[in-house]
């Protein structure tokens, strides 16, 4: 077995030493009705390397790779283009390989690398401090709640009705559980809904998200100032973690905490995970910030360094006062996501935002000029949502057969909401040519 | 006159009139190391004996610090906010974390004076 | 010694991305921009951000300088108790890589990522297979999101069930800290069990608080002092007599696997790290995934999505109304599907394995663990005897009065080229060290540790204690000043201007 080095003769010296005649011996604390004499029958035995990608190329041949064709997916999960050096340096051995940096002195590339991947959240964000990454940004939306939670002593979230519905679910499973409560609004389409009457002296928070899940972009000034008024924090949820090169920062429209996806800098698709969750907050907040945080120093010697720090608010010391129950996070996503942004600069992460805005723009433009497809966006960074004469899900099938990915079907996000079944999710990014959109354009003209 | 009793979590406190000082012993900043925080409750909170009144943090440790006896804290050490490093030089000075206006004085008996708080460190040891 | 350049050899001294900055440099060309107008609608364009300007072969060299600074299980001996390090094929790397994995949309239509869906199915398959249980959850994005997913199946079915509220939760004193914080999150009281003198959960003391208002006992088998809990049907009757759940932590379940299947055990759910038993990179903390496993009884009680074998193929139950009425699924974990591009790694682990290399990697895991508990026993403290199970447990008796402590043995090992152990965990044992050798070394590189290990332990009775506190002396850092870090928080680069 390719994998496991002890020899025959290693094994035999070294059951010696112990003083027993088998490994079975070492069981013998496991009940004797439990211990498997063998391997477990029924299941195949080990092979080698050819055959094992042999059986998962013959899976991945079954499925249609997103950019084998024109691709408008977004909702949550955006299709760009990471660098070739991105995955080369995150696959070095001393990154891929290691494990949490709980040894200083030999995990300073893991630590400057997270102290670099926390100053960029909190610059893109407009935030003070940020954490080392959560799961997802789903989850990352939940913890901002718990963390709202706590800060206000207060147990009431009001979540936005265009917040995108996995997160919204995936907050209401947490709030089921440990006992607070989710009021969440109706999805509204067109991106009219006002959340400034439904916060009382009861809210903890609200969660709102920028672009919103239908694409439409939001001024939360004036809903900060509401919020602040009653005493409850503003939590902002990005999904398009590239929008943040273009549009005002949550930060700047008085955001307590950002919860946000960073797939887009630096990680695949890879069929919704692992994605990266981000995680920033104001200053005054950070010892109920959940999740790791690293912290600037200096060794024996007087020289700078970084530590993981403020490890009491974890689970680890804190065990049932812990702010998380988090250990792990998403650390190579994060990377992979530093890396990207570093080779970005301003210049690029602003250049690329404006250009996957541009991109959309053009496609809004062609689509609104085939007859019957209504474009219901003012305002949109990739991503908006158009009404067709049809159901959308329908034609998004035929499209698959034609080798086009065109869009996610409002009903995919929102199964159980009225008044769906005709509205397409379209994103572009600056992968998406013009041929893309032709292509799409007129698969429409005929199916329509 | 003033009256210090301690207690079996390793706070004390410091009676004057009506008004007690607590914060934690010696052998217990000892035992935490370099306090790096410390969290203080609002004036105005009424906390009765054992109840967590406020949080004290080294690097790799964090620990509540309890009411000794019922009260009403009318006054917190936000100096140890800014300068935790208080609680290790002068434990039982400037390192000092709230002040309780005393609801029930007659708490105060069943907690260990000096001598009986030195004999209970020696029986932990 | 000190260089010119601070520079030393190999190991660069290098400043923070920011500090490297030119302004208006960039490591990606961009195509010109269309020309179009913007629909920003109300909100304004956002000023400058402030991130630095930097060409690719910068950041190429800024990345690899920074890796050069880490220590990895590519470059050497990594026992860190309880994270079990052990070896990563590429080839998992490969084929994660593939576009057809990870180039998939997550909400793609089903009828174009059915090989994705039928390798989430595999992987469940195997794990079901292995643990011997009836279904499994596979979002969870990590260990400890498995818990609470598995915590929450526990609490589903109490409530579904009906009868007396179980507010409380037990937890060995040995347990990971996850455990009593996931049970608290979910509003449970944690009371925690006792040890018995030779490490094991006390079952009486169990017995003595097990009622009718306990939800569930959270054991870790084999538990973090590395033993196997040999009264576990006991513990089991025990507590499914009182009405209650027995949730199993499955850090370790790498020594147990292909050998026993904790359904034998009486487990209801257990969590799986697939970045330890089955070796999917730990990439510097995550990300991990921890899918869960589940008895009969709380296989209803599962979390969406779930794949369901249907008439034209797979599909994804995304809501209740999907689902095809076996469950009383409860909710949603996390967006989208679940890790899949760790589940491709594991997948690939698994099936290189087999089930005989799978018996064969736990029986050399936990044959290498005792090698190191025989040898070493004389040289530290061992608290408990063996056999051990994947790693083997030190307390610090040994170094009493000699001025050394378990920290600085750590820092030792660290000049001597190898990670240290896990250090004071479990909390059950004064100055822990907890070494996990797993199956990937040879029987030379042991040798080598054990060697190292009992110069170590000679050097502290010689008494040479200032030497150890001034280890480590040849990384790139040295000792640094965590008591400043906490007290005074700079947890981010911000521009001097």
Not at chain 1, 188 to 204: F, M, N, Q
Not at chain 1, 221 to 228: D, F, H, I
């Amino acid at each position: 077995m390719r994998y496991l080095p002890l020899t025959e003769a290693d094994r035999r010296a070294m059951l010696a030493e112990i003083g027993v005649a088998s490994v079975a011996e070492l069981y013998a604390d496991a009940p004797a009705t439990t211990l498997l004499p063998g391997p477990i029958p029924g299941l195949p035995g080990h092979q080698g390397e050819l055959e094992v990608e042999r059986a998962l190329s013959a899976l991945a041949a079954r499925n249609m790779p997103a950019g084998s064709g024109p691709c408008f997916l977004g909702g949550g999960a955006y299709r760009h283009h990471v660098p070739a050096t991105v995955d080369h340096l995150i696959q070095r051995g001393e990154f891929l390989t290691s494990y949490t940096p709980y040894q200083p002195e030999i995990s300073q590339g893991t630590l400057q690398s997270l102290f670099e991947f926390q100053t960029q959240v909190a610059l893109i964000t407009g935030l003070d401090v940020a954490n080392a990454s959560m799961y997802d940004g789903a989850t990352a939306c939940a913890e901002a709640v718990m963390m709202a939670n706590r800060v206000t002593r207060r147990h009431r979230a009001v979540l936005a009705g265009n917040l995108h519905p996995h997160y919204r679910d995936t907050t209401a499973t947490l709030a089921r559980f440990t006992g607070f409560e989710v009021v969440a609004g109706a999805p509204d389409p067109r991106g009219r809904e006002s959340l400034v009457d439904s916060i009382d002296d009861a809210t903890s928070c609200v969660v709102v998200q920028n672009p919103d899940v239908f694409g439409h972009i939001h001024d939360f000034t004036p809903l900060a100032a509401a919020c602040r008024a009653k005493g409850a924090l503003l939590v902002v949820v990005v999904t398009e973690v590239m929008s943040l090169g273009l549009l005002t920062p949550p930060g700047a429209m008085g955001a307590d905490i950002v919860a946000g996806e960073g797939q887009s800098l630096g990680n695949p698709l890879s069929f919704g995970g692992p994605h990266l969750g981000l995680f920033a907050a104001r200053d005054k907040y950070v010892r109920q910030m959940p999740g790791r945080l690293v912290g600037q120093t200096s060794d024996a010697d007087g020289r700078r360094g970084w530590v993981l720090t403020l490890s009491t608010r974890e689970q680890h010391i804190r065990r049932e006062k812990a702010t998380s129950n988090i250990c792990t996070n998403a650390g190579l996503c994060a990377l992979a996501f530093t890396i990207h942004l570093s080779l970005l600069g301003e210049a690029g992460f602003t250049g690329l935002a404006r250009l996957n805005h541009a991109k959309a723009v053009q496609l809004a433009g062609k689509l609104g000029d085939i007859d019957g497809v209504r474009v219901l966006n003012d305002s949109f960074f990739n991503e908006f949502t158009v009404r067709l004469p049809r159901r959308a899900s329908k034609l998004v099938n035929k499209l698959a057969k034609r080798g086009i990915l065109g869009g996610v079907p409002a009903v995919r996000l929102f199964p159980e909401a009225d008044g769906m079944s005709d509205l397409l999710l379209l994103a572009c990014t600056e992968c998406t040519t013009e041929a893309d959109m032709d292509a799409l354009c007129r698969a429409l003209a005929e199916l329509l | 006159m003033s009256l210090i009793k301690f207690t079996k979590d390793h706070e004390w406190i410091k009676v004057e009139g009506d008004v007690g000082t607590v914060g934690i012993t010696n052998h217990a900043q000892h035992a935490l190391g370099d306090i790096v925080f410390v969290e203080l409750p609002e004036i105005g909170r009424e906390v009765v004996q054992g109840s967590d009144t406020a949080v004290v943090e080294s690097v790799k440790a964090a620990s509540e610090v309890y009411a000794p006896v019922d009260g009403e804290v009318i006054a917190i050490n936000g100096g140890l906010t800014e300068e935790p490093a208080q609680v290790n030089i002068d434990p039982q000075g400037n390192g000092w974390f709230f002040k309780l206006r005393l609801t029930n004085p007659t708490q105060l008996e069943a907690l260990m004076d000096s001598d009986g708080y030195q004999s209970y460190l020696e029986g932990l040891a | 010694m000190t260089t010119i350049s601070g520079h030393r050899g190999l190991e660069m001294d290098e400043p923070l991305i920011f500090e490297l900055d030119a302004p208006g440099q960039s490591g990606v060309d961009l195509p010109a921009l269309p020309t179009t107008h913007t629909r920003l609608g109300r909100v304004a364009a956002r000023g400058p951000i402030g991130l630095p300007g930097l060409t690719e072969p910068e950041v190429v060299r800024h990345y690899t300088r920074l890796s050069q600074k880490n220590y990895a299980i590519d470059a050497g001996f990594y026992p860190l108790g309880s994270c079990t390090m052990k070896h990563n094929p590429r080839l998992g790397e490969k084929l994660a890589r593939l576009p057809g994995f990870s180039d998939l949309h997550p909400l793609q239509p089903l009828s174009t990522v059915q090989g994705a869906l039928a390798l989430v199915d595999a992987l469940a398959g195997w794990l079901k297979a292995l643990t011997g249980m009836a279904a499994v959850a596979m979002t969870p994005a990590a260990g400890a999101h498995g818990e609470m997913c598995g915590m929450m199946a526990i609490r589903a079915a109490h409530d579904h069930r009906g009868g007396p509220r179980r507010p409380r939760v037990l937890v060995p004193e040995s347990a990971h800290g996850t455990n009593p914080a996931t049970a608290a999150a979910l509003g449970f009281a944690v009371e925690t069990i006792p040890a018995t003198a030779d490490g094991r959960v006390d079952v009486d003391a169990l017995k003595a608080k097990l009622g009718f208002d306990v939800a569930a006992l959270m054991l870790t088998n084999p538990n973090t002092c590395g033993l196997f809990e040999r009264d576990i049907l006991a513990i089991a009757q025990a507590v499914h007599d009182a009405g209650a759940f027995l949730y199993c932590d499955g850090a370790n379940f790498n020594a147990i696997v292909g050998r026993v299947r904790p359904a034998d055990l009486g487990v209801d759910a257990m969590h799986i790290n697939l970045h330890k038993t089955f070796s999917t990179p730990h990439g510097g903390g995550g990300p991990g995934s921890g899918p869960v496993v589940f008895s009969q009884a709380l296989a209803p009680f599962v979390p969406l999505p779930r794949i369901i074998h249907g008439d034209d193929g797979l599909r994804l139950a995304e809501t209740q109304d999907e689902d095809d009425g076996t469950t009383l699924a409860y909710g949603r974990m996390k967006a989208f599907h679940g890790q899949v591009g760790m589940f491709v790694r594991a997948l690939a682990y698994t099936l290189s394995h087999g089930a005989d290399g799978l018996h064969q990697a736990s029986g050399d895991a936990v044959l290498s663990a005792n090698y190191l508990l025989a040898r070493l026993k004389g040289v530290f403290n061992a608290p408990f005897a063996g056999p051990c199970m994947h790693e083997a447990l030190f307390d610090d008796r040994g170094l009493k009065g000699t001025g050394v402590t378990t920290l600085d043995i750590a820092k030792a090992l660290i000049d001597e080229g190898f990670h240290p152990m896990t250090v004071y965990f479990p909390l059950v044992v004064h100055g822990a060290m907890l070494i996990e050798p797993t199956e990937s070394e040879t029987k030379a590189t042991l040798d080598q540790f054990i060697t190292t290990m009992t110069g170590l332990a000679d050097r502290a009775k010689a008494g040479d204690t200032a030497w150890f506190q001034a280890a480590p002396r040849l990384t790139p850092r040295r000792r640094l000043d965590e008591t400043a870090a906490a007290r005074k928080p700079v947890l981010r680069w911000k521009s001097e201007s």
